[in-house]
């Protein structure tokens, strides 16, 4: 029985960047997130596997890269996650432009579905939304250069491409969303890729209050997307452990054809590549980023999980260096 299934929302995005100590300055010291997690790329050793998120590391909150160093740009557009937007309270939007603007970041100011939103890319090109709420939760803000006035929440959703979007629409449906609303085309040239001319825009919501938005933009003005540096890699939302061999059955459901669960360490997780191109993971909230080291010193070094262990030496002599502002 897969009809009750449904996720509350995003539990991460992982993006490919390319200089990890550029990549990790941004994340950190301009828009204030706490380096929660130092590995490598599970699948390709001698590539960082960056976490950056909340000061727990909450699922919802964490962006997550995978820098490979010289590595070619990538073209946000049709068949990927075009932008990934993070909450912020709406009082705190006059903030974050004037913050952007003290750290050469170009912004464009939007309003979507009522809401103020400051659009920018991040050193990849990778476009990025702070959307500004009235109901931004709490949340648990890190330590860092941002007052917790301002600071990001965590996720408030992805922007999803798509020429052909019926399949991944019901899909969406099936995993909880409902379609909250369209907004036409708004036709701004040399935006990024919701909002350029001849696209427009239709809003899914979830339950969660962190990651519970997914904007399917569609249109003649879609961009090709090119995988690479600035462009998204995946989007994973939160399951349970329970559910997991029932979400794989409603992957099946859809036609796709759904990964095994493999244990990501901090979470175990199932992957699916949508009709639409985008792939989507299913990742569940335990055990989360403090499991294997003290959650006061998330991110502080290198870690792997106990399979790459014996590893250790080669790994960490393969890795570039990360910069000293940790
Ligand atoms: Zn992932």
Redesign the pocket.
């Given at each position: 029985m897969t009809d009750a299934l449904s996720t509350p929302g995003i539990h991460?995005v992982?993006a490919i960047a390319s200089d990890p100590t550029e990549n990790h300055a941004f994340y950190t010291d301009v828009l204030g997130l706490r380096l929660v997690k130092r590995s490598v790329n599970q699948d390709d050793v001698g590539v960082y596997h960056l976490f950056y998120a909340d000061h727990a590391g909450n699922p919802g909150t964490s962006m997550?890269f995978f820098p490979y160093t010289g590595t070619r740009a990538g073209q946000p557009g049709a068949g990927q996650a075009s932008t990934v937007s993070f909450t912020v309270p709406a009082s705190a939007i006059d903030y974050w432009v004037d913050r952007l603007a003290e750290h050469g970041v170009d912004t464009r100011r939007v309003e979507r579905f009522g809401d103020s939103v400051v659009a920018f890319t991040d050193p990849d090109g990778l476009p990025l939304e702070l959307v500004g709420r009235e109901d931004a939760p709490a949340g648990d803000p890190p330590a860092g250069p941002v007052p917790t006035a301002h600071a990001i929440r965590g996720f408030f959703g992805v922007e999803l491409a798509l020429p052909d979007p019926g399949p991944t629409v019901r899909l969406l449906e099936a995993m909880g969303y409902e379609e909250a609303g369209t907004e036409p085309a708004r036709g701004v040239a040399g935006a990024t890729v919701g909002d350029a001319d001849g696209t427009s825009r239709r809003r899914f919501e979830t339950t969660g209050d962190l990651g519970f938005v997914v904007d399917v933009v569609t249109g003649s003005g879609l961009p090709q997307g090119v995988p690479g540096a600035g462009t998204v890699h995946?989007v994973?939302y939160r399951v349970t452990d329970a559910e997991q061999a029932a979400w794989r059955d409603l992957l099946g459901d859809h036609g796709l054809r759904p990964s095994e669960v493999i244990d990501?360490k901090w979470f175990r997780?199932v992957y699916a590549r949508t009709h639409g191109g985008v792939l989507f993971?299913f990742?569940t909230k335990e055990p989360g980023y403090d499991v294997d080291e003290p959650l006061d010193e998330l991110g502080e070094r290198l870690v792997l999980p106990e399979w790459l262990e014996d590893r250790r030496e080669e790994i960490e002599a393969g890795l570039p260096a990360l910069g000293e502002s940790v």
């Open positions: 991460h992982t997550t995946h994973a990501r997780s993971e990742a």
